[in-house]
């Protein structure tokens, strides 16, 4: 079992930054990958980005390149998720998640998941 714990939400302005936060604890020690996925009122999860255990695979949706960032820190068991020029649409709750093995963008593949922290980006 892993349990996860998203953090860093909050409201910002247009073209402002967050860095949001997940912790996980649990079975931390076996190697999986996280990913960030977001949903907004009315509409379905949809994937934000991944990473693997080494951190060295990451994916991005792809309209979120160049804006967003994911890390991860194993000494520390945790995830980051850096939020660049935000915009009223980037408006969501945001999930973290953890499968074992490879990354994925797929949330069903993902075993894992966080309660989510809210981004509210006003125009």
């Known amino acids: 079992q892993v349990a996860l714990v998203e953090s860093g939400g909050g409201l910002v302005q247009a073209g402002g930054s967050l860095r949001l936060s997940c912790a996980a604890s649990?079975?931390?020690?076996?190697?999986?990958?996280m990913a960030w996925f977001r949903q907004a009122p009315g509409k379905e999860r949809e994937f934000v980005a991944t990473?693997?255990?080494?951190?060295?695979?990451?994916n991005y949706k792809d309209s979120l390149k160049g804006r967003f960032t994911i890390s991860r820190d194993n000494t520390k068991n945790m995830v980051y998720l850096q939020m660049n020029s935000l915009k009223p649409e980037d408006t969501a709750v945001y999930y973290c998640?953890?499968?074992?093995?490879?990354?994925?963008?797929?949330?069903?593949?993902?075993?894992?998941w966080g309660q989510g922290t809210q981004v509210t980006v006003s125009s």
């Open positions: 649990g079975r931390a020690d076996s190697s999986y990958a």
């Open positions: 990473i693997s255990w080494g951190g060295t695979i990451t």
């Open positions: 998640a953890a499968k074992y093995g490879r990354t994925s963008s797929g949330g069903h593949e993902y075993e894992y």
